[in-house]
């Protein structure tokens, strides 16, 4: 049962070191404040990115995706000090490391 709980509280950090490069920088899910009216999903988050990377080329070379219809969000490869400008903008909400899961079995019995 220990192992399995240590096993548990790693997992996070794999997940961040193995998506890290090699200046450091991963990818994150920034969950952030719907636009407001009249302004466009993308800009608005492209906003957000640039006031806390100091530029709009630097968003733009940043963001991988933006998502609009589920969340209000993007990803963005990002280093530890970006990442820690992000998390400080006010329209911020979250921040998790993006990570890609792969399902372990098919095999569903009774559901269909």
Same mark, same amino acid.
């Given at each position: 049962?220990?192992? #399995? ?68 969000? #993007? ?32 095999? #569903?019995?009774?559901?269909?």
């Amino acid at each position: 049962m220990k192992l #399995f709980t240590l096993v548990l509280a790693l997992l996070p950090l794999a997940v961040v070191m193995a998506g890290a490069g090699q200046d450091g920088a991963a990818t994150y899910l920034v969950y952030v404040d719907p636009a407001p009216p009249g302004i466009a999903c993308q800009a608005h988050q492209l906003g957000i990115l640039a006031a806390a990377l100091g530029g709009e080329e630097k968003a733009k070379a940043a963001m991988v995706y933006n998502y609009k219809n589920v969340m209000s969000g #993007f990803s963005a490869r990002l280093t530890p000090s970006e990442l820690e400008a992000v998390k400080k903008q006010p329209q911020v909400n979250r921040v998790m490391p993006s990570a890609t899961l792969q399902l372990m079995s098919s095999n #569903f019995e009774g559901v269909s």
